[in-house]
């Protein structure tokens, strides 16, 4: 039988259940979900990779790691969801054409914490080591595909208070008997910012898959008192985001929804959805 939950994570319960250090939403700003999900068919769910880019505008290898990027999209489909963080010293804005400033706090703390040192590398579904662009298509082959669980997404954006109410139904497929944490993402296509390359500077070049926020922290929330997912169990969760005083184009953003382990953060699933 399927049970659905709703629970208000305590701020300070998250906190101390946490184990990685760093800066967190200090208190839940969790939502009722009140929309319909369409009925789940467990046998078209398929696992999904989470690709975390490391690059930045002014890192001359890192156009070289777009292209193997792209290619890899058209290879795996939508089975890899790709996330570019910009971030440390070949993102830091200078004056003059680099002046824009892509970064944001949950980017700087993943470099940090993955031990990224250089740009390009990846990682991939947060548990392999920093990978050079040479190790990044036979990694995605390799990956995990047991398949966890299901994640479903519906965004809902209000024109008019600039307001995103994210809706999500996480699905539990397998059993897993780890706290876990859903962590939300928004990343933004198509921003049209200057480039360099080793011999010239791009100064419209198009930057696809940035990572903008990390909308419940650095890397999510419980959504079960202590984080334990049962298998044929549906967990919903809403959280809202404000989009004014921001130069986000929400015509081109999406958000990532990640279920990971507590502990480890390793990736079990994620999904991606337009805002609009």
């Known amino acids: 039988m399927k049970k659905t939950f709703l629970f208000i994570v305590i701020a300070l319960a998250f906190i101390a259940c ?11 700003q969790q939502e009722d979900v009140d929309v319909e999900f369409p009925e789940l068919n467990p046998d078209a769910v398929y696992r999904k990779i989470l690709f975390d880019e490391y690059t ?39 004056s003059g054409l680099f002046s824009y400033d892509f970064r944001n706090p949950t980017g700087e703390q993943l470099y940090n914490d993955f031990h990224i040192t250089n740009n390009p ?50 699905t ?17 296509d198509n921003i049209i910012k200057p480039q360099k390359f080793s011999d010239h500077v791009d100064t419209f070049y198009v ?18 008192p202590d984080g334990i997912l049962e298998k044929d169990h549906e967990y919903l969760y809403g959280y809202s985001l404000d989009f004014s005083e921001k130069d986000w184009n929400p015509d081109n953003c ?22 609009k």
Not at 18 to 28: D, L, T
Not at 139 to 155: F, L, P
């Open 18 to 28: 946490n184990k990685i250090e760093g800066p967190y939403v200090i208190q839940s």
């Open 56 to 94: 930045g505008h002014t890192c001359i290898g890192c156009p070289e790691g777009h292209v193997i990027l792209e290619q890899m999209q058209a290879q795996f489909g939508d089975t890899l969801v790709a996330v570019g963080i910009h971030a440390n010293w070949f993102a830091e804005p200078e």
């Open 121 to 170: 590398q990846a990682i991939v579904n947060r548990s392999s080591v920093p990978l050079d662009k040479p190790e990044w298509v036979a990694s995605v082959q390799a990956a995990d595909r047991t398949k966890y669980a299901a994640i479903q997404i519906i965004n809902q954006y209000n024109e008019s208070t600039k307001n995103l109410k994210i809706n999500t139904r996480t």
């Open 172 to 188: 539990m497929l397998e059993d897993y008997g780890q706290a876990t944490q859903l962590s939300l993402l928004l990343v933004e």
């Open 207 to 224: 930057h696809n898959h940035v990572l903008r926020a990390g909308i419940n922290g650095n890397y999510g929330e419980f959504i079960t």
């Open 254 to 275: 999406s958000i990532i929804a990640i279920l990971l382990d507590q502990q480890n953060k390793k990736v079990l699933q994620v999904e991606k959805t337009k805002v």
